[in-house]
């Protein structure tokens, strides 16, 4: 069945630090990828989105890269600061549903 | 806007009890989303509906969860009779299918505790 995979679980890095989360979707027919940031006690939120026609986007101290022959997408943040603590979810999406990784948890130390 | 707005936000029951979820989605979205969050087993997606139907119950552990879309405005999710390992984070999320992507805004959860 369709599934996301996502790593690692956990990450840990020094503020200001670049910190990169990766994934990989089973089901080709994926055009959209969401990314979304959890707070703890809070709901998911999409911090950033890359469709299927895209390789690469930007915002401000996050990118997101997709390699849709090897059904990979990554995101990446850069000069990390201690707010961006949080789990981060990949997702991929097309249709109705999205489908879910299993979350990253970052840590960033000051 | 006010966002998904979810009912009640912190729920105390014990077991046996039936519990009954609440989620009102976004004005003019057409898909709703039930997911449960746990430390376990992460965020899993129990159902989902378009323009009021469901279209995939696979997610719903057993015959003790249904799921109901009345209205485009109003969802519940039912749990008769309630367990402890029912108790986690309970979101409901809304998207508007059609536009070339399925951007799905969460609300702000029901937190269950079952005793």
Known sequence: ?110 | DAGVIQSPRHEVTEMGQEVTLRCKPISGHNSLFWYRQTMMRGLELLIYFNNNVPIDDSGMPEDRFSAKMPNASFSTLKIQPSEPRDSAVYFCASSLVGQGGVVEYFGPGTRLTVL
Not at chain 1, 3 to 24: F, M, R, Y
Not at chain 1, 32 to 59: A, C, H, T
Not at chain 1, 84 to 92: L, P, Q, T
Request: glycine share 8%.
């Open chain 1, 1 to 110: 069945g369709e599934n996301v995979e996502q790593h690692p679980s956990t990450l840990s890095v020094q503020e200001g630090d670049s910190a990169v989360i990766k994934c990989t979707y089973s089901d080709s027919a994926s055009n959209y990828f969401p990314w979304y940031k959890q707070e703890l006690g809070k709901r998911p939120q999409l911090i950033i989105d890359i469709r299927s026609n895209v390789g690469e986007k930007k915002d401000q101290r996050i990118a997101v890269t997709l390699n849709k022959t090897a059904k990979h997408f990554s995101l990446h943040i850069t000069e990390t600061q201690p707010e961006d603590s949080a789990v981060y979810f990949c997702a991929a999406g097309g249709g109705f549903k999205t489908i879910f990784g299993a979350g990253t948890r970052l840590f960033v130390k000051a």
